[in-house]
């Protein structure tokens, strides 16, 4: 059983990234409309906003392609709280 966070990298190298940058799916930041950066496992790190419709369409995307690389029976969602090392916004830029 693998273990999922609720936070992505923030990586230009990374697919979810991308993908989940072009559906604009990520929570924003309050004081301005762009991706609320956060700190976890990965480093930098943004998050899925499940409010937006689209969203758990993306998640679950996301969830078949992992799953036609490594199979598996059960998922364990780790941090879905949100976790966030840092306070807030991680960057005022």
Not at 28 to 38: L, T, Y
Request: aromatic share 18%; charged share 25%; net charge negative.
């Amino acid at each position: 059983m693998p273990i999922v966070d609720a936070g992505f990298a923030k990586r230009s190298d990374y697919d979810s990234y991308n993908s989940g940058t072009e559906k604009d799916i990520w929570i924003k930041a309050p004081e301005k409309n762009e991706s609320a950066v956060g700190q976890v496992w990965p480093g930098d790190a943004v998050f899925p906003d499940f409010f937006k419709n689209e969203t758990m369409a993306w998640f679950s995307d996301q969830l078949d392609t992992f799953w036609s690389t490594i199979q598996f029976d059960g998922l364990w969602m780790d941090m879905n709280e949100v976790a966030n090392f840092c306070t807030g916004s991680c960057y005022d830029d």
